[in-house]
């Protein structure tokens, strides 16, 4: 309060996780910063230290966009940044789903959906998807992993110190398992 700088409390504060390609991960990495906003043209940018002009010029570059400093915990800058930008790899490999199945042969008369050698392709991305989901119950330090089917999609939740935490939403359509 002292310093006129709005304290945002960040698990409080759902993030849309495009708001990863307002700042390189680099640069969050860096400085201790997740964007959190944008509104016209400022970034509302949650910091550890808000008084690091060099963060703020970083990002002002980097964004293109008016920032205005907002200061968390340690802690919480930490946990969103993981949430943030630690699905990148999972993104990416969904989306790579989504491209192969959009190119997928559409199957012969007989009702067969693949044809010999179609579910290779679909292989890669799907290991990627699951390595990527690994990986980040590595570094999250998860002691599991729970695959949620629903009706429409597959819910990703890890259990982090004795507590589920919910990671991400798998389209139900793409086949894990």
């Given at each position: 309060?002292?310093?006129?700088?709005?304290?945002?409390?960040?698990?409080?504060?759902?993030?849309?996780?495009?708001?990863?390609?307002?700042?390189?991960?680099?640069?969050?990495?860096?400085?201790?910063?997740?964007?959190?906003?944008?509104?016209?043209?400022?970034?509302?940018?949650?910091?550890?230290?808000?008084?690091?002009?060099?963060?703020?010029?970083?990002?002002?570059?980097?964004?293109?966009?008016?920032?205005?400093?907002?200061?968390?915990?340690?802690?919480?800058?930490?946990?969103?940044?993981?949430?943030?930008?630690?699905?990148?790899?999972?993104?990416?490999?969904?989306?790579?789903?989504?491209?192969?199945?959009?190119a997928?042969?559409?199957g012969?008369?007989?009702?067969?959906?693949?044809?010999?050698?179609?579910?290779?392709?679909?292989?890669?991305?799907?290991?990627?998807?699951?390595?990527?989901?690994?990986?980040?119950?590595?570094?999250?330090?998860?002691?599991?992993?729970?695959?949620?089917?629903?009706?429409?999609?597959?819910?990703?939740?890890?259990?982090?110190?004795g507590?589920?935490?919910?990671?991400?939403?798998?389209?139900?359509?793409?086949?894990?398992?």
């Amino acid at each position: 309060m002292q310093l006129g700088i709005e304290f945002v409390d960040l698990s409080k504060v759902d993030i849309d996780p495009k708001m990863s390609a307002a700042v390189p991960k680099t640069i969050v990495n860096k400085y201790g910063v997740v964007p959190v906003r944008v509104e016209k043209d400022a970034l509302y940018l949650a910091m550890k230290d808000p008084m690091n002009f060099m963060a703020v010029e970083e990002v002002k570059t980097a964004s293109r966009k008016r920032v205005i400093p907002m200061i968390s915990t340690s802690n919480s800058i930490d946990r969103a940044i993981m949430n943030l930008y630690g699905n990148e790899g999972v993104a990416k490999a969904i989306e790579e789903m989504r491209q192969t199945r959009a190119a997928e042969p559409v199957g012969e008369a007989s009702g067969n959906s693949l044809e010999i050698g179609a579910e290779d392709t679909l292989s890669a991305p799907t290991v990627r998807l699951v390595n990527s989901i690994i990986e980040r119950a590595v570094t999250e330090r998860a002691s599991d992993i729970h695959m949620e089917p629903r009706e429409s999609e597959m819910a990703i939740r890890m259990r982090i110190d004795g507590m589920l935490h919910f990671m991400l939403n798998v389209p139900g359509s793409f086949r894990l398992l």
